[in-house]
């Protein structure tokens, strides 16, 4: 009982990893004695965040861009050339059209365009799908009966129910497409004893979500249940529980860690 929850000594991936998020979650990773691997497409901002990470363990950074086939393949082999196997993946990549871009909120719908929603799609779907399918090969390597290895995917509450904004329609059709493809996926590997569990977070204090905090904060932590937006911790424990011992009877699962939030919609 004493490990149920370590990470210690595994082998992770977490696209977008650089910033929000998914730097939450790698901060929690190696601070748990995992050797974790971050993406994003910029390369300055993936190795300044991989150096202050190395400051409480084992942090790598290989900078690609997850939205074309290309992109994935050059980091999958970047990344196997390093590891000949992978315990856990957690798909963090994401995009969402900045409010301000649209002209007004109420003619939102008529001003949303082909290549806005083709990056969405292309960043927040295609790419979680694609990367899990050619990193099977080391997942499948790191993949034991009585210690699967783990896909976490990250989608989002907006994605399990209507936004109050009207500007996102992309976003969130591509957050409720990760969570039905999460209970796909988990079918698809269950016998090769991978397991694939969705983690949708509400509102956490990050770059995508500035505005909004700047603007709404407030109101936004008194509406919450829980009475508070979401901290770095609360989503690195939920990850790390889905990745240790714990977690490994549970695939297909969709996890709101978002204070009650979607309970109370």
């Known amino acids: ?127 979680l799908f694609f990367l899990t399918q050619q990193l099977l090969p080391a997942l499948k390597q790191g993949a034991q009966f009585d210690a699967p290895a783990r896909v976490i995917n990250i989608a989002s509450n907006a994605g399990m129910i209507p936004p109050h904004r009207h500007t996102d329609y992309a976003y969130t059709s591509s957050k409720g497409g990760v969570i039905n493809l999460t209970r796909h996926l988990a079918m698809s590997l269950a016998d090769a004893h991978i397991t694939v569990n969705t983690l949708s977070p509400g509102l956490f204090a990050t770059e995508m979500s500035k505005e909004i905090i700047e603007q709404r904060g407030d109101v936004f932590a008194q509406s919450i249940p829980l009475g508070r937006l979401g901290r770095a911790e609360d989503i690195a424990s939920a990850a790390i529980y889905l990745a240790s011992p714990g977690g490994a009877w549970l695939t297909g699962v969709n996890l709101p860690v978002d204070g009650g939030n979607v309970v109370k919609r």
Request: with cysteine.
């Open 1 to 127: 009982m004493k490990t149920l929850f370590t990470i210690k000594n595994k082998v992770a991936i977490i696209t977008g990893g650089s910033r929000g998020i998914g730097a939450m979650i790698a901060r929690g990773f190696v601070e748990n004695g995992a050797r974790v691997y971050i993406t994003a497409r910029t390369e300055e901002t993936c190795a300044a965040t991989a150096a202050a990470l190395s400051q409480y363990g084992e942090c790598i950074a290989i900078p690609a861009d997850l939205s074309t086939l290309e992109g994935i393949g050059e980091f999958v082999k970047a990344f196997s050339a390093r590891e000949e196997k992978l315990d856990i993946l957690v798909n963090n990549a994401g995009f969402m059209k900045p409010r301000q871009e649209f002209s007004e909120l109420s003619d939102a719908i008529e001003h949303f365009g082909e290549s806005d929603w083709d990056r969405t799609m292309d960043i927040n779907l295609k790419a």
